[in-house]
């Protein structure tokens, strides 16, 4: 948790710097969508908004029901979440701790850009940590977080997705300092007039619209993507963060493996994201206690479970992520 000397709780947060104006290349021949430029690819992503002073706008009416749903389903009471909780992603810690954390939480003895930015885009393969990222950027601003999932808003929410978001940012707004994780914030981001009836399209500039209230940007009509201050590439584990990741799975099972067992592993395991890292030892847990009576996890169990677990993206899909990572991400 945020020490008390950090100030974050009272620490007067400054605008965030404007967004630079920019034209992006148009990615697979799509045309600009209204309202603003399009969000080039959909790739699974996860917005975070900081919300660390009031809004300009509060609403008026908000129903006492959507409140109730909102404080019982969308603020998180997990548990804190560590840096180090998370394996590898080394350089994207730094640039969230330099960029994001360090001037909201140290305002007064940070020297860099004068304004902090309030805006994150993660995006990446799934189960690659996106949310514990944003779990463990919560915990460290010592903040309420906020979790509702894009697709959800359409689906299951469909009829009152407008009101929902609006008394989400108005929770947001209420318990700060807070942060707002969007999860598969694609289907919002690159929604397109038409599309769902209108309502993706009439979600997307809503949730537009906070993003440069919280930003207090001054360019309000630049590509969707470009809203946010830093965007990362959360890209799957490396062969060190996998042996970790794997260490610690099969620590929390009775498990007989060797360093050399574990290293070759890590080196079969690329391209895996840390989920189906998981998903793997559980798979090689269960077929071990399947046998009598019930031996430790053995090196041969996580062979056979590598015929149940397989990486969902293959090295095309992997490419592309690099792809827009190189067009669009924050250089880190
Ligand atoms: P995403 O949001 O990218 O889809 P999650 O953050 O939900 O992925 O990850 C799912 C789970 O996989 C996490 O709760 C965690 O147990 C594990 N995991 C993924 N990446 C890592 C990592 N880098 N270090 C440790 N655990 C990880």
Not at 24 to 34: I, K
Not at 208 to 216: G, I, K, P, R
Not at 225 to 236: K, Q, S, V
Request: aromatic fraction near 6%.
């Amino acid at each position: 948790m945020v020490s008390p000397s950090y100030g974050a709780r009272d620490a007067p947060l400054r605008p965030a710097e404007p967004f630079e104006k920019f034209s992006p290349p148009l990615a697979n021949g799509e045309r600009a969508a209204e309202p603003g430029p399009p969000f080039p690819l959909r790739l699974p992503s996860k917005a975070l908004v900081f919300s660390g002073a009031p809004l300009e706008e509060q609403p008026k009416n908000i129903d006492p029901l959507l409140l109730e749903l909102v404080n019982t389903k969308v603020v998180e009471r997990g548990p804190p979440v560590q840096w180090s909780d998370i394996a590898g992603q080394v350089s994207v810690k730094a640039a969230i701790e330099e960029e994001l954390l360090w001037p909201i939480l140290r305002p007064s003895s940070y020297s860099g850009a004068n304004h902090p930015l309030r805006t994150l885009l993660l995006f990446g393969p799934r189960g690659t940590g996106k949310t514990l990222l944003s779990r463990c950027i919560s915990t460290q601003l010592g903040s309420t977080l906020l979790r509702v999932s894009g697709t959800t808003l359409l689906s299951t929410w469909k009829a009152e997705a407008e009101k929902i978001l609006q008394t989400v940012f108005f929770v947001a707004n209420c318990r700060q300092p807070s942060v707002v994780l969007i999860t598969e914030a694609e289907s919002l981001l690159a929604a397109r007039v038409g599309e769902d009836g209108g309502q993706a399209s009439s979600l997307k500039s809503q949730l537009l619209s906070y993003l440069d209230n919280v930003a207090t940007s001054s360019e309000h009509n630049v590509a969707s993507h470009r809203r946010f201050g830093t965007r990362l590439y959360i890209a799957p584990p490396d062969g060190e963060a996998r042996r970790h990741i794997l260490r610690q799975a099969l620590a929390q099972q009775s498990c007989c493996l060797s360093e050399h067992e574990l290293a070759a592993l890590a080196q079969r395991t690329e391209s895996f994201s840390g989920a189906e890292l998981l998903r793997l030892c559980q798979h090689a847990e269960a077929t071990a206690r399947r046998a009598l009576p019930g031996p430790p996890t053995s090196y041969q169990d996580l062979e056979k479970a590598f015929c149940k677990v397989h990486p969902a993206m293959s090295q095309k899909e992997l490419d592309l992520f690099l792809e827009w990572d190189k067009m669009y991400g924050t250089r880190h």
